[in-house]
């Protein structure tokens, strides 16, 4: 495994999250592969940072490679690897990752990857841990619309390993 470099996220989100597929993320000592993503951008009306910078989104707008972790329904937290130039409120959404041992089914969904990986707003703001171990994204992931939000829902910007 090899760390990927600085600049891997300094790209566009769209850019970034199909490039994060087949990546291998670090937290508290577990890897998993990446095999499904969302990309947010400022000027997306469902994402975070469409109207502007807020103490809950603050990491959003910060370094890219880090991590941006928040609470949804005051339930389940979700963690995004920031992207695009510092201030620009950009970010991915891992949605879905496979860990070695663990059933796919209990980290499939963005809650269950962060409650399988320990992770909460603890992180918000970390340095993102993501490698590279020579597993190529895929040529053609599979694109589809967002689900769990209402704005810009047809915004073809989900994207995901094939099976």
């Given amino acids: 495994m090899r760390p990927l470099p600085a600049t891997f996220a300094e790209r566009d989100a769209t850019v970034v999250a199909p490039a994060l597929l087949n990546k291998l993320l670090r937290v508290h000592g577990t890897v998993a592969r990446i095999t499904e993503v969302e990309a947010y951008t400022a000027d997306d009306p469902a994402s975070h940072s469409f109207r502007g910078r807020t103490p809950r989104n603050a990491a959003m707008f910060g370094h890219p490679g880090h991590w941006y972790v928040y609470l949804i329904y005051g339930v389940h937290h979700c963690v995004n690897l920031v ?6 409120g950009q970010a991915v959404l ?9 059933d796919p089914r209990r980290t499939c969904g963005p809650g269950r990857v962060c409650k ?46 094939d099976g």
């Fill in 94 to 102: 891992i949605r879905s990752v496979v860990i070695d041992g663990i």
């Fill in 116 to 161: 399988v990986l320990g992770i909460d707003r603890a992180l918000d703001g970390a340095v993102a841990e993501l490698f590279d171990d020579g597993t190529p994204a895929p040529t053609e992931p599979l694109v589809s619309p967002r689900v769990g939000i209402s704005k810009a829902v047809g915004w073809p910007r989900r994207w995901c390993v």
């Fill in 83 to 88: 992207t695009g130039a510092e201030g620009d």
